[in-house]
């Protein structure tokens, strides 16, 4: 029982509940939504009346459910976690954005600050204490393929 | 000096979270039990529809009725500090296990752009979640105000140092 293996486990729960609610997220958006129905009702109707791009809407909004869905797999299982993570990162800044721009200051309370929570504090931590992951397989065994050769 | 007060702060902080995070599982155990009762709660969960034709009721059945008291014991566990660490990562697996089952049930009855009932997730999974993310992040031989620190000195070689 070390401090280490502690804080891997509280690592585990952040990324996995994160994980869970993108990836769920993504699923219904991408397989029982559409990714063109997703940006339709979400982007391109409510902000037709904005400064933004249409074409911008229609690409942002097809695209962050595919997003959701990979990235929100990968952080699950713990695979490219950081590069992942960063991609979440963007859209919860791309959301953040939308919201503030046509919403009340209070509208990214619900959704995206406690989404934002978890990803910080499994980004803040070291990749190397996150050891129940799948990143964490591939580091061993490139330090097991690196001892075999030398 | 500043040192030992320094430790007995942390010490407090985590008695903090670990005792809130233990009186929610106790007594999510403790109302599960005396205003249901174990039979009953696994009825319900046997009779759950979305489930019924997928998994065994008796399985159900068991999973149901060992839910109150899997939560009564892991609850009352981290609320003393007795096998706090391992009691904590049992949690753990609770909640991940729990928030899988909220997704699911997400894509079965979905709520909202995000599937996931919003009201459970941010006020049912993530404050249990903070509180056990808190608490394994600070550092266990810190955890002076427990069981755990009694049973192995620890209480008592803080006191001797503080003296």
């Known amino acids: 029982m070390t401090r280490t293996s502690d804080r891997a486990w509280a690592i585990l729960v952040a990324r996995c509940i994160l994980g ?6 993504g699923v219904y958006k991408t397989f029982m939504w559409g990714p063109l129905e997703h940006a339709r009702v979400l982007f391109v109707e409510p902000y037709a009346d904005t400064f933004l791009p249409v074409w911008a809407l229609w690409v942002s909004g097809a695209a962050v459910p595919v997003i959701e869905l990979v990235a929100g ?3 699950l299982v713990g695979l490219w976690t950081r590069a992942s993570l960063v991609a979440l990162a963007g859209i919860l800044v791309l959301v953040s954005f939308g919201h503030l721009l046509v919403d009340p200051p209070t509208s990214i309370n619900a959704f995206i600050l406690p989404r934002s929570a978890l990803l910080l504090i499994v980004l803040l931590t070291p990749a190397t204490e996150d050891r ?19 | 000096m500043v ?28 109302n599960k039990l ?18 019924a ?6 399985i159900l059945m068991a999973v149901g009725s060992l839910t109150p008291l899997v939560e009564l014991v892991l609850g009352a566990l981290v609320l ?7 009691a904590l990562r049992c949690v753990a697996a609770l909640i991940i296990l729990i928030t899988l089952a909220y997704g699911v049930h997400g894509l079965l009855h979905p709520m909202g752009a995000t599937a996931m009932n919003i009201a459970v997730v941010n006020f049912y999974i993530l404050p249990r979640a903070a509180l056990l993310i808190v608490t394994l992040f600070l550092p266990a031989e810190d955890d002076l105000l427990s069981v755990d620190a009694l049973r192995d000195g620890r209480f008592r070689r803080f006191r001797i140092r503080r003296a």
């Not at chain 2, 205003?35 to 009953?40: A, F, K, R």
């Not at chain 2, 034709?53 to 008796?58: D, F, K, L, S």
């Open chain 1, 20 to 25: 869970i609610v993108f990836f769920i997220a």
């Open chain 2, 3 to 30: 040192r030992h007060d320094a430790a007995l702060e942390r010490s407090v902080a985590i008695f903090l979270t670990r005792t809130t995070l233990g009186f929610v599982y106790f007594f999510a155990g403790v």
């Open chain 2, 80 to 86: 003393f500090g007795l096998w706090t660490r391992p």
């Open chain 2, 53 to 58: 034709g997928i998994v065994p009721q008796a």
């Open chain 1, 73 to 75: 797999a990968l952080v």
């Open chain 1, 132 to 150: 129940y992951s799948l990143d964490q397989v591939r580091r061993s065994r490139g330090h097991a393929a690196e001892a075999a050769i030398v």
């Open chain 2, 34 to 51: 005396t205003e249901v009762g174990v039979v009953e709660f696994g009825r319900r969960a046997a009779a759950l529809p979305d489930l």
